[in-house]
């Protein structure tokens, strides 16, 4: 037989071989394929992994309850309330907060019907009798702004001055490029858009506000701003390679806050979301028509 016949015919076998042991390989596999973004995006089930479903919640390093509220999809004012946080909402390390209406009454209703450990006698009674009535002769010089109930006192909640105008007169694109991924309404589903661009790239406020968040403490979005634009409104803006605003900060519309990056992501991209009291809506039908 000719040596080129030879060599074609060696060839040929191992090819069929190799394509053999891959169509095993892929015929054997158990482990499903990582769910993500049409474009590459980071995966979905990191979006979400980071989200709060408990109904109580206790404070880490780093949070603010702009941030936890965001992982639980609840309105910031809400757990608030539910916690008597007054403005502007600040919480420490270790601090136990009630993030449902029903935890709250439950944990109230176990309180009350605790049995009291102290014991009655004839002093005591003389001493609550006395204590009764400073009680009674305070209630009228207490401070402006607290209210007295079941025998505590509770800060009434002060609305949060703001420094910037409540009404969005518009919204503007954070960043120009191609959008890769889309809003999507399901329960794993892309809660904001994700917009394609080089590193480096400028990214901008959608509205004024002021920044109530600015770090990588949650966890697949990487670097991460929150804007507070009104009492309802918030944006984010997720995986920039560097922030250039601080929380507390108040900025203004088209203001450059951070740096385009893929921190938490396999690319370079934007995850851009809206949410109105607490809930993610699609930014489409705010941003204006390209």
Not at 80 to 94: C, D, E, T, V
Not at 254 to 274: N, P, Q, R, W
Request: glycine share 8%; proline share 4%.
């Amino acid at each position: 037989m000719p040596r080129f016949s030879l060599t074609f015919h060696y060839r040929y076998v191992v090819t069929i071989v190799l394509c053999s042991v891959l169509l095993s390989a892929c015929s054997t596999r158990n482990d499903p394929a990582p769910v993500i973004g049409m474009y590459g995006g980071v995966p979905l089930k990191e979006r979400v992994k980071n989200s709060i479903t408990t109904s109580e919640y206790i404070v880490k390093k780093g949070e603010t309850l702009y941030s936890i509220a965001w992982r639980a999809n609840s309105d910031v004012r809400q757990i608030a309330q539910l916690n008597k946080i007054s403005s502007p909402y600040r919480i420490f390390p270790g601090q136990k907060l009630f993030l449902t209406e029903k935890t709250f009454k439950k944990a109230t209703e176990d309180s009350k019907n605790k049995p009291s450990t102290k014991k009655s006698s004839k002093g005591s009674s003389t001493a609550n009798k006395k204590s009764n009535k400073k009680v009674l002769a305070t209630t009228k010089k207490q401070a402006y702004g607290k209210n007295v109930t079941d025998g505590k006192v509770y800060q009434k909640s002060i609305p949060e001055k703001t420094e910037f105008s409540q009404k969005i007169h518009r919204w503007q694109w954070p960043v120009k490029g191609k959008i890769i991924d889309y809003f999507s309404n399901q329960a794993q589903g892309n809660k904001g858009i994700d917009i394609a661009g080089r590193r480096g790239t400028n990214i901008k406020a959608a509205a004024d506000g002021k920044v109530v968040y600015a770090g990588d403490a949650l966890r697949g979005y990487g670097k991460l701003i929150i804007i507070k634009h009104n009492d309802d409104y918030l944006s984010a803006y997720a995986h920039n390679d560097k922030l250039l605003v601080k929380e507390q900060q108040v900025v203004k519309g088209g203001k450059v806050i951070a740096k385009m990056g893929d921190t938490d992501s396999v690319k370079v991209m934007l995850h851009f979301e809206i949410r109105f009291r607490g809930k993610s809506i699609n930014p489409l039908k705010y941003l204006p028509k390209k």
